[in-house]
């Protein structure tokens, strides 16, 4: 069906930047939504951004204004970026990239993003 695969996670400092990509592949046409969510250690799943066909976006309000998510559509492969800036201690969690498809939701196996203060 759908793969996605992330990858841009790491280590930085409190008002540093990181980009996250998501590279989804399969039947990339049956992708309605795609973003981010993230998961601290003790703490639940939660929404950080979509990203819809249209290019509609949504965002939670914790990372409104130093966040960005786009979508770059190529013919076989759809590539979502989290373009994440003045990062926050509070950022640090695992990313899930995250696609809702016609086939069912999918999920990848997530990256790391670290901020030490």
């Known amino acids: 069906q759908v793969q996605v695969v992330e990858s841009g996670g790491g280590l930085v400092q409190a008002g540093g930047s990181l980009r996250l990509s998501c590279a989804a592949s399969?039947?990339?046409?049956?992708?309605?939504?795609i973003g981010w969510y993230r998961q601290a250690p003790g703490k639940a799943r939660e929404l950080v951004a979509t990203i819809t066909n249209g290019g509609d976006t949504h965002y939670a309000v914790s990372v409104e204004g130093r966040f960005n998510i786009s979508r770059d559509n190529a013919k076989m492969t759809v590539t979502v970026y989290l373009q994440m800036n003045s990062l926050k201690p509070e950022d640090t969690a695992s990313y899930y990239c995250?696609?809702?498809?016609?086939?069912?939701?999918?999920w990848g196996q997530g990256t790391q993003v670290t901020v030490s203060s």
């Open positions: 995250y696609a809702d498809t016609y086939f069912g939701n999918v």
């Open positions: 399969g039947r990339t046409f049956s992708i309605n939504t």
